[in-house]
C-alpha cells in the first residue's frame, strides 16, 4: 500500500510560497553560498576565501547535508555565475597571489544577522526545526530560544518572494521542519528525504566534543595561518 499520502507538505499558513520565483541558486551555488556565509563568521582570519579553500569548505565531512564532492572547477564557475548576479565579489590583492571570494547577499537581499544565520544553516544543512537551528547557530548567531529562532523564520517567509517555507509535521516528529527556498521549492523528493526517520540522528555528547574541536582546530589553523601570512608573505592553497 502506498504511503504517498504521508509524505510530507509545506504548511497552509505557507500560501505565499507559490508566490516564490525561479530557483534563485543551483544546488552547487546553495552549498558555495552557505559555505561563504559559515566561515565569514567562524574563521573571520581566514576570510574572504580563495576558490581552492572554498571547494574544501564545500566538502566538509562535518556541519553538511548532504556531504559533496565538488572540485575547483565546479566551484569556479558557480562562483563567476554568482558574480554576475551580484551575489559574491571578487577581492584581489598585491599581497594575496590567489583571488579571493566574499558573499554581499546581506546587502542585496538586506538580511540582518539572525536572518543571516539561518538561511547559512538551511543551506549547508537542509531542513531543519528551530531548536536544531539554535543548537547549531552559537558562533553565527545568539539566539536565546527556538522562539528567537522561529521569529527569523517567519519574517523570512514573510518577504515578498518567501526565502523559507515550514513543512507540515511529518509522523513520528515533534516539531515541524524549516527549508530554505533558494533553489526553489522541495520537491516531494526532498520532503520524504528530510522527514525520513532517522535522517538526522541526535549526536550522543562523545559526537558533539568531537565536532566542536574540530571548531576550535580550524579556528586555530586560521589564526595561525593569519600571523605567518603576516610574517612571511602569502601562503599558497
Known amino acids: 500500500m502506498s504511503d504517498t499520502h504521508d509524505a510530507p507538505k509545506i504548511t497552509e499558513h505557507t500560501s505565499e510560497v507559490t508566490a516564490t520565483p525561479a530557483a534563485l541558486l543551483s544546488f552547487e551555488e546553495a552549498r558555495i553560498l552557505g559555505c561563504l556565509l559559515e566561515k565569514e563568521r567562524t574563521t573571520p582570519a581566514e576570510y574572504p576565501l580563495t576558490a581552492n579553500a572554498l571547494m574544501r569548505a564545500c566538502n566538509q565531512a562535518t556541519s553538511r547535508h548532504p556531504v559533496v564532492s565538488f572540485d575547483e572547477r565546479t566551484v569556479e564557475s558557480s562562483l563567476a555565475d554568482m558574480k554576475g548576479r551580484g551575489l559574491v565579489r571578487f577581492v584581489h590583492s598585491q599581497s594575496n597571489r590567489a583571488t579571493k571570494f566574499r558573499h554581499v547577499v546581506d546587502e542585496t537581499w538586506q538580511l540582518a544577522p539572525d536572518a543571516t544565520a ?4 538551511l543551506l549547508l544543512r537542509g531542513a531543519q526545526t528551530p531548536g536544531e537551528i539554535r543548537s547549531r547557530s552559537e558562533r553565527l548567531h545568539d539566539f536565546h530560544s527556538p522562539d ?9 517567509r514573510a518577504k515578498e518572494s518567501p526565502m523559507v517555507a515550514e513543512l507540515e ?3 513520528g516528529q515533534k516539531e515541524r521542519r524549516w527549508v530554505q527556498l533558494l533553489t526553489g521549492a522541495p520537491s516531494a523528493e526532498d520532503l520524504a528525504v528530510a522527514s525520513a526517520p532517522g535522517r538526522a540522528p541526535s549526536r550522543s555528547a562523545s559526537d558533539e566534543a568531537l565536532v566542536q574541536r574540530v571548531d576550535v582546530l580550524e ?6 595561518r593569519a600571523v605567518l601570512e603576516e610574517l612571511a608573505g602569502p601562503i599558497g592553497d
Open 118 to 121: 539561518v538561511m547559512c544553516l
Open 148 to 156: 528567537e529562532v522561529e521569529t527569523t523564520l517567519t519574517s523570512l
Open 169 to 171: 509535521r511529518a509522523p
Open 219 to 224: 579556528r586555530d589553523v586560521a589564526t595561525l
